[in-house]
């Protein structure tokens, strides 16, 4: 398979601070990528897209930040809340074909 | 609209029987995705359907390993003679290809082989 990888197995924030989630992947065929954020027992629940031809895209309390020079994806969120705690995936989708690969996950724990 | 429905959402088998998994997706949508996720991994491809055609599988799915999708609607995966190994997670997700592609998950379906 191909190689997504996290910089940071775990994240400990404060509550109300922001965190950065990095994400590296190998291919630069890849032109979609999703954040995913999964909580304990149950599925992954999608959070923000990014197509390879933007650099940049905004939701509510979060960014992606995406870096094709250096294969590189970031996931922002604002004023980290308790509610966020969980394994955050990054995946990525080949322009060959439809499936995603999945990075091991960074959990994230917000210190109340 | 209700999301991708899966069950059973734990399955408890004895090594070397068989189990099925059904997964019914978001209505309407076209793709369906099968993947397994153990502990303090990431998802892992198995395989997946566009309407009722399997267009893609990984190595990952063994011989013992067989999905359907029969009417194009909800899938069944099942593995036959389980092993130790198998236990796992499985994940179903669909999406509507054509549009931006983005796949949602289900709960998943936890397997103990014991």
């Known amino acids: 398979g191909e190689s997504v990888g996290l910089h940071l197995p775990t994240l400990s924030v404060q509550e109300g601070d922001n965190s950065i989630i990095n994400c590296a992947y190998s291919?630069?065929?890849?032109?979609?990528f999703i954040w995913y954020k999964q909580e304990s027992g149950k599925g992954p629940q999608f959070i923000i897209d990014?197509?390879?031809?933007?650099d940049k895209r905004q939701g509510q309390r979060v960014t992606v930040l995406l870096n094709k020079t250096v294969k590189h994806l970031s996931l922002q969120i604002a004023a980290t809340q308790p509610g966020d705690s969980a394994v955050y995936f990054c995946?990525?989708?080949?322009?060959?074909?439809?499936?995603?690969?999945f990075g091991t996950g960074t959990s994230l724990t917000v210190i109340p | 609209d209700t999301g991708v429905s899966q069950n059973p959402r734990h399955k408890i088998t004895k090594r070397g029987q068989n189990v099925t998994f059904r997964c019914d997706p978001i209505?309407?949508?076209?793709?369906l995705y099968w993947y397994r996720q153990t502990l303090g991994q990431g998802p892992e491809f198995l395989t997946y359907?566009?309407?009722?055609?399997?267009?893609?599988k990984s190595r990952l799915l063994s011989d013992r390993f067989s999905a359907e999708r029969p009417k194009g609607s909800f899938s069944t995966l099942e593995i036959q003679r389980t092993e130790q190994g198998d236990s796992a997670m499985y994940l179903c997700?669909?999406?509507?290809?054509?549009?931006?592609?983005?796949?949602?998950f289900g709960e998943g379906s936890w397997l103990t082989v014991v």
């Open positions: 995946a990525e989708k080949l322009n060959t074909g439809n499936q995603f690969y």
């Open positions: 997700a669909s999406s509507l290809a054509g549009t931006s592609n983005t796949i949602y």
């Open positions: 990014i197509r390879s031809n933007m």
């Open positions: 359907f566009q309407n009722e055609a399997q267009l893609e």
């Open positions: 291919n630069s065929a890849s032109d979609y």
């Open positions: 209505s309407e949508h076209n793709r």
